[in-house]
């Protein structure tokens, strides 16, 4: 029996490959079918399942593709209902790969087709369980995604999630080893370990959600407690799931088309198109073509590109670095933005060289800041870390905006008055810059290095203290 998690860091995901004397099983694939096609063959093995443990919410699985060229089934557990041709498992059910079995357990919570698949070796122990989004190392799946109804709510799904997790797998031997889908990063949870692998029996002792004196009432309060919003694009990327989306091949296909700098504004100002950057944020502060919005590949592009570009059917062209193109294409398409009609042909350095139009962000360094504000300690400092970063240490003058709620607070944002952008390294305020100086913000300066930099400076800083109880 051989097992390995391809865990892809931008998402926090974990897709797995299981084989067992020629036969392999594939659970949770991403959309980019090829490298598991190509371990396959190397290893003499046949792809004979596509397992999925539930309708993803933050990526765009690959079970169509994979399975129209292997011609090997998707599986679901109990209660999925595809628009496409797949089996549904039962309860308990089992398939046979090589020497081994794979057992279906369902465990409806996160949402209610959610299954566990359990390894059971060839003298029939049990081995491992697949968990999907039902348990996390740390924590569990958000019971909040897949309200359909007022008759089922969050609360709803929370209690089924505490019977699945007593009934189905705490039962279960401590040495069987958790192979989730996710891990630290991922919005499908909030208190997750950096591991990605661990036993159950650590997982008893270490996850909150598995006490054994835990009341089904203090289950539901505390997975329901501190949830934030969900991003926009988990409802499209669930529809995606269910009802089908285009070959990836064709989406890179259409993607890799080359324009010049020339056809590349003609085609921005015919239509209506999102000039997406990816290069690093120094580089795009350096110099960018105006109303460009950057997104750099060099952090967790793919959630931040569903995160703030709400319409997953956005017109995209792509300022890449060379030979980064195809990546970039890609990684939208994990998160079901497929409508990248190409990129720039040799990149910022042709616009340049083309002597188009050029923007720039106004940057300084955190000492620099410290000047400024000693000298007038009302200069605006906008903060576009998460709310709890925020909390937990912050200039003690700075206004929080995160990130994922900017858009939804442009009128607190002055026109005419300058300010200040941090966040915790640099990476989101530009993001940040870029989306307020595409819609006409230009008196803005982002501070290099973040609150990291921050933290050296004698700059005057303040955290949360709890009120206290006594």
Not at 33 to 56: M, N, W
Not at 93 to 116: N, W, Y
Not at 320 to 331: D, L, Q, V
């Amino acid at each position: 029996m051989y097992i390995e998690q391809i865990y892809t860091g931008c998402l926090a995901q974990g897709a797995y490959y299981i084989s067992s004397n020629g036969e392999a099983a594939i659970i949770d694939p991403l959309r980019e079918v090829q490298p598991y096609i190509d371990k396959a063959s190397k290893a003499g093995d046949t792809i004979k399942y596509i397992f999925e443990t539930h309708f993803h919410a933050d990526f765009v699985s690959g079970h169509l593709s994979l399975s129209e060229k292997t011609a090997a089934p998707i599986i679901y557990g109990p209660n999925a209902n595809p628009k496409f041709e797949a089996y549904i498992a039962k309860d308990e059910e089992v398939f046979s790969l090589g020497d081994i079995t794979i057992k279906v357990l369902h465990t409806p919570g996160h949402t209610m087709e959610s299954t566990t698949y359990l390894i059971l070796d060839s003298k029939g122990k049990e081995h491992a369980i697949f968990t999907g989004d039902t348990l996390f190392l740390g924590d569990v799946g958000r019971p909040d995604l897949a309200q359909k109804s007022e008759e089922l709510t969050m609360e709803d799904l929370a209690g089924f999630s505490y019977d699945s997790l007593r009934n189905k797998i705490m039962p279960l031997p401590d040495d069987v080893i958790v192979y989730p889908a996710h891990g630290a990063g991922s919005a499908c949870g909030k208190n997750m370990m950096k591991e990605t692998v661990d036993t159950l029996g650590n997982q008893k002792k270490m996850n909150y959600a598995l006490r054994a004196d835990m009341t089904k009432a203090e289950f539901i309060k505390e997975v329901t407690d501190g949830l934030l919003p969900p991003p926009a694009y988990f409802p499209l990327n669930v529809k995606l799931n269910k009802e089908g989306y285009e070959h990836i091949d064709t989406v890179l296909e259409r993607g890799k088309r080359a324009y010049s700098p020339k056809e590349f504004e003609l085609l921005v100002n015919e239509e209506d198109i999102l000039m997406l950057d990816v290069r690093s944020q120094q580089e795009f502060a350096a110099g960018h073509i105006p109303n460009s919005i950057f997104i750099g590949l060099n952090g967790s592009f793919a959630p931040w590109v569903g995160e703030l570009i709400v319409d997953i059917h956005q017109k995209i062209l792509l300022i890449a670095p060379a030979g980064k193109e195809e990546e970039a294409i890609t990684r939208l398409a994990r998160v079901g933005f497929d409508k990248v009609l190409g990129y720039l042909k040799g990149g910022f350095s042709a616009w340049k060289q083309a002597e188009m139009e050029i923007d720039t962000v106004d940057s300084i360094n955190a000492t620099e800041l410290e000047k400024i504000l000693k000298e007038d300690s009302n200069k605006l400092v906008l903060d576009v870390r998460k709310e709890n970063e925020f909390l937990s240490q912050r200039i003690k003058t700075a206004q929080n905006i995160p990130l994922s709620e900017l858009n939804n607070h442009l009128a607190a944002i002055p026109k005419e008055e300058h300010f200040y952008v941090h966040c915790a390294g640099g990476y989101r305020s530009i993001i940040t810059a870029s989306i307020l100086k595409a819609r006409g913000y230009h008196n803005l300066t982002d501070i290099q290095g973040g609150f990291k930099a921050i933290e050296k400076t004698n700059i005057p800083k303040t955290a949360f203290v709890c009120p206290s109880t006594l």
